[in-house]
């Protein structure tokens, strides 16, 4: 389980409604495996939704490489479910 430091940063820099993994991991400064392992706990704990980019056109090197693997598909936006 991640701390509350962890969770705190990603819930803090979620302010649209969908929001980049890209874009998430740069404003979290947190390393990868933490960062991974704190967006797994708010997925799981049902506070924030990870979907893979419906345009799929859309998806930059950027996108690739900050995707988090969820149920055997690439996701690369976030967002709030509260």
Do not use: C
Request: hydrophobic share 45%; glycine share 6%; proline share 2%.
């Amino acid at each position: 389980m991640m701390t509350q430091t962890h969770t705190a940063k990603i819930l803090d820099n979620l302010t649209s409604k969908w929001v980049s993994l890209a874009e998430l991991r740069k404003a979290a400064g947190l390393t990868r495996a933490d960062f991974d392992a704190a967006i797994m706990d708010l997925y799981d704990a049902g506070a924030i939704r990870v979907e893979a980019q419906p345009f799929r056109w859309r998806i930059t090197p950027e996108d690739v490489a900050a995707a988090i693997r969820i149920g055997g598909e690439d996701r690369h936006l976030v967002g709030r479910t509260r």
